[in-house]
């Protein structure tokens, strides 16, 4: 059986003081692409930055590899990429530069070249022009060119398709479908349907808030 990587055990998530989820629980192996649905404003952001420990936090427990992600947060980061709804570009440098920082940054890096993954996003000539020139699309294409440099197991995509094209898709489908098939875990939110085979489904709504008797009257008044 693949390995278990992360644990998600009786997580509540609340944002403004408003429960979005209670309960939730999933056990999420090697190998494994997991979509997380709901409808706007369920959750599905909140929980994807409470698992990378941005903002958001959660009550209950996440593990990583049978471990509380607490005990080790430093080799937790390591064994994580992050790309959230908004690129995380810096508009002032060029694509290459963006990726340089990343690298940098970011301990859990491939040697191979930034210019060859910008290449594979189809940025092969804007490689040094400011990111502030660029389109929606193609800012989202320098975040996406991360993902042929990180070597960590764990990548957590908020909406990873937005502002991309029907061909960027396609690479992007390529690129998770390789990273699960060698023993990595995706878990992603997106409006668009995902037609990877074997792609497994959180449904926040089967974990509903829970509220107390005085927050319901609140928020019927």
């Known amino acids: 059986m693949a390995e278990l990587l992360l ?4 997580l509540s998530c609340e944002r403004d003081a408003r429960p979005l ?3 939730l629980g999933a ?14 404003g369920s959750g ?37 990429l992050y790309i959230g709804h908004s690129p995380g570009i810096k508009g002032a440098l060029s694509p290459l530069e963006n990726l340089a920082w990343y690298r940098a940054m970011s301990a859990g890096t491939l040697a191979e070249d930034s210019l060859t993954a910008l290449a594979e996003v189809g940025l092969a000539g804007y490689e040094d022009i400011p990111c502030q020139q660029l389109s929606a699309g193609q800012l ?13 197991p ?25 990273h699960v098939a060698a023993g990595g875990l995706v878990v992603m939110t997106s409006h668009q ?29």
Do not use: C, M
């Not at 056990?27 to 706007?40: D, F, I, K, S, Y």
């Open 7 to 10: 644990t998600l055990e009786h």
């Open 21 to 23: 989820f209670s309960g």
């Open 27 to 40: 056990r999420l192996h090697a190998g494994e692409q997991w979509q997380v649905q709901g409808p706007n």
């Open 44 to 80: 599905k952001t909140t929980l994807l930055r409470a698992i990378a420990g941005i903002g958001a936090t959660a009550r209950g427990r996440i593990l990583w590899r049978g471990r509380p992600v607490q005990e080790d947060l430093w080799a937790f980061r390591r064994s994580l």
């Open 140 to 152: 989202r294409r320098v975040a996406l060119a991360r993902l042929y440099l990180s070597s960590a």
């Open 154 to 178: 764990l990548w957590v995509l908020d909406e990873p398709f937005t502002a991309i094209d029907k061909a960027g898709v396609a690479a992007l489908e390529a690129r998770l479908g390789a």
């Open 193 to 221: 349907e995902v037609t990877l085979p074997g792609v497994r489904h959180l449904d926040l709504t089967a974990f509903p808030p829970v509220f107390t008797e005085e927050e319901e009257g609140a928020y019927e008044g």
